[in-house]
């Protein structure tokens, strides 16, 4: 799995000119899944995820996760996050799972979410054409791919 997470002050998703998701402070994140992804990938990176201490304290620095600062979570799915541009200038996403594999998996991340922070996670349509509108807090943008833990 691979995600970018964004730190926002508020975030949104729309489809077909309706706004299906909106989150206030807290995090965006772009949720990757192919096919060597499992559900031990998404508990592992759900979990890193909330407790990315990228928030900040009184002092200003970051030293708060998600949990502490008990910000929104928006997840949404984007199967480009694994396109490959290595030949030519039409990439390729032969890495991205197929639905079939993905969505259980985009499912039980956004679950496992919703389990850690006792709370509703705001969700993307999964496969649809959506609009991610948000306001990038810092900014900071962070990327975490499970099969490169570093």
């Known amino acids: 799995m691979r995600a970018v997470i964004q730190r926002v002050s508020k975030a949104s998703v729309t489809v077909d000119g309706e706004v299906i998701s909106r989150i206030g402070t807290g995090l965006l994140v772009l949720l990757g899944v192919e096919d060597a992804d499992t559900p031990e990938d998404a508990d592992w990176l759900v979990r890193k995820i909330i407790q990315l201490r990228i928030f900040a304290d009184e002092q200003g620095l970051m030293n708060k996760s998600l949990q502490d600062v008990h910000g929104d979570l928006l997840v949404v799915s984007q199967f480009t996050l694994f396109a490959s541009t290595k030949k030519g ?23 496992l979410a919703e389990s850690l922070l006792g709370r509703q996670v705001a969700t993307g349509s999964f496969g649809a054409m959506m609009e991610v509108d948000l306001v990038n807090s810092g900014p900071v943008t962070i990327t975490i791919d499970t099969k490169n833990k570093e």
């Open 89 to 111: 200038n039409r990439p390729s996403f032969i890495r991205s799972a197929r639905p079939d594999h993905a969505i259980p998996l985009y499912e039980e991340f956004v679950q």
